[in-house]
């Protein structure tokens, strides 16, 4: 792969994945250097809104994911004591007409199978597994990454570093700021079930959210309807850093004891959990030095209550691939101007998130509150709160 044209991404994740894939599309070539020896199809389901949509439609990935894509017509939202509906907002085909794209949920490993074959078929594309990223060296040519292998260490070369290496990334610290993320006294507890073993209600194409007293429940098809996504968050001491661990499901049954029926029958289908704790740190102070910067979690954390950490690192990589195209023979120009385009946006999305978090998990008078004011907005309304989300292009 030669020197000129290559861009080294640091982490085969949704965000590197994509951003390979933009910078082929640009006339780059993409190398992705991913720490782990095999790519298991780790994760749950992903809300996939249309500023995520229109990128992967526009990288060509609309046939792909189409027999594993659901499109939710509605969203739900609920109490959690007695599975009263506090109000409803319609998207299905709307969302297409409304924003020029459509509202997906899917597997995570069917998106990150898709996002691999693309990559794999392209010979503008590589994907170096078991290359940890352990420092890098600028110089007049661009960078040297060193890795480490299994055998030993070995040297990357290219005119770009992206670090995509989520939350706990190295190449962030590497750029000078090593702000210790924190733990958000919540856990997160997830499951993929067969939709055969869900009530039937539960097998329509509709986003659930249910609301109770410090957690709330997520779940929705995937898998063009053959599974159901289930996912749980609670407030919670347990803080092991980390992606996942297999978690009891007494454990979390346990946790909704005082929950209506509806939501804890779905719950008891699953036979296996996993379950990862929640912890955020503050956007990196300088997402860029030189010719290296930091896309998705690296640059921005995103807590899990807007469904945008996997959207906003799919927004990352089509704007730096865009700005590395304008500005090919100068990489530090181009993700100076990236930062600017990406830095406030992301910032917003981020405070949105933590404060859902905040919301969802209110209780007594003030979640009678949150419910009343909920209820009085129609699904439009509803909807029309996010247009400056949904409807963001590249520019």
């Known amino acids: 792969m030669a020197r000129s044209r290559t861009v080294m991404i640091a982490g085969a994740g949704i965000g590197g994945l994509a951003c390979a894939l933009a910078l082929i599309r ?58 009263r509906e506090i109000v409803r907002a319609t998207i299905g085909p709307g969302a297409a007409f409304r924003y020029g794209a459509p509202y997906w949920v899917v597997h995570r ?19 170096h597994l078991g290359r940890r990223v352990e420092d890098f060296a600028v110089h007049a040519h661009g960078v040297t990454v060193e890795t480490r292998t299994p055998v ?21 610290g590497r750029l000078g700021d090593d702000t210790p993320a924190k733990f958000c006294g919540r856990t997160a507890w997830r499951a993929t079930v067969s939709a055969d ?12 959210l249910w609301l109770g007293r410090e957690a709330h429940l997520v779940h929705y ?39 209506a029926a509806e939501p804890r029958a779905l719950m008891a289908t699953a036979d296996s959990w996993a379950k990862w704790a929640l912890f955020d740190r503050p956007a990196s102070r300088t997402w860029s030095a030189g010719p290296v910067t930091l896309l998705g979690d690296a640059a921005h954390p995103i807590l899990p209550f ?26 530090p120009l181009a993700f100076e101007t990236y930062e600017g ?17 905040w919301v969802y998990h209110l209780s007594g008078p003030a979640a009678l509150a949150r419910n009343i004011a909920l209820k009085r907005l129609s699904g439009e309304k509803l909807l029309t709160r996010y247009d400056w989300l949904y409807d963001w292009r590249p520019d």
């Open 197 to 208: 073993l869900v009530p039937v209600e539960f097998r329509e194409p509709i986003t659930w």
């Open 26 to 83: 640009r006339g780059f070539r993409a190398a992705v250097l991913e720490q782990a020896e095999a790519l298991e199809p780790v994760g749950a389901g992903i809300q996939l809104s249309p500023n995520a949509t229109r990128i992967l439609i526009d990288l060509g990935l609309a046939e792909r994911l189409a027999p594993a894509v659901v499109a939710p017509q509605e969203i739900r939202v609920l109490r959690s004591h007695n599975a």
């Open 341 to 357: 385009m990406r830095r406030s946006r992301t910032l917003r999305v981020a405070r949105e998130s933590r404060n859902n978090g």
């Open 152 to 172: 030993g260490t070995r040297d990357e070369h290219g005119i770009a570093l992206i670090g995509a290496d989520g939350l706990w990334s190295r190449i962030r």
């Open 306 to 331: 807007l469904a945008q950490g996997g959207a906003m690192a799919i927004e990352d990589a089509a704007v730096l691939a865009d700005c590395l195209a304008r500005s090919p023979d100068q990489p």
């Open 109 to 127: 490993g069917d998106l990150q199978a898709a996002l691999l074959e693309r990559l794999q078929a392209s010979p503008d594309g590589a994907l």
């Open 221 to 259: 098809p995937v898998r063009a309807g053959a599974a159901v996504n289930i996912v749980a968050i609670i407030r919670d001491d347990w803080q092991s850093p980390g992606w996942s661990e297999p978690g009891g499901s007494a454990d979390i049954l346990a946790r909704f004891s005082g929950w």
